[in-house]
């Protein structure tokens, strides 16, 4: 059974930052793309960041030079760091795996900015 599992959400202040991590289970992680979506209150779900198998990147327009998305093969793991953080950041934050029609979602990590 395939999991993502999100952590590193919560309450940051306007201008900090904090490291999202989504470890994946019951996947050959290595062979698929793996993204970061968010979807803020109102809005509808978006691309935030996405690395590709091959290691090729893509950033939103909105969160170039403040948010890095990596990952480690070793660990399963994708990380999207996320640095000065403001207002419009606060979303619900969702990993997401693809690999041609295969695609698989976590839960979901809250990150609230306050101002």
């Known amino acids: 059974q395939v999991q993502l599992v999100e952590s590193g959400g919560g309450l940051v202040q306007a201008g900090g930052s904090l490291r999202l991590s989504c470890v994946a289970s019951?996947?050959?992680?290595?062979?698929?793309?793996m993204g970061w979506y968010r979807q803020r209150p109102g809005k509808q779900r978006e691309l935030v960041a996405s690395?590709?198998?091959?290691?090729?990147?893509h950033y939103a327009d909105s969160v170039k030079g403040r948010f890095t998305i990596s990952r480690d093969n070793g660990k399963n793991t994708v990380y999207l760091q996320v640095n000065s953080l403001n207002r419009e950041d606060t979303a619900v934050y969702c990993c997401?795996?693809?690999?041609?029609?295969?695609?698989?979602w976590g839960q979901g990590a809250q990150v609230t900015v306050s101002s």
């Open positions: 997401n795996a693809q690999m041609f029609r295969l695609t698989y």
């Open positions: 019951g996947m050959m992680f290595r062979l698929f793309d």
């Open positions: 690395i590709d198998r091959d290691g090729s990147l």
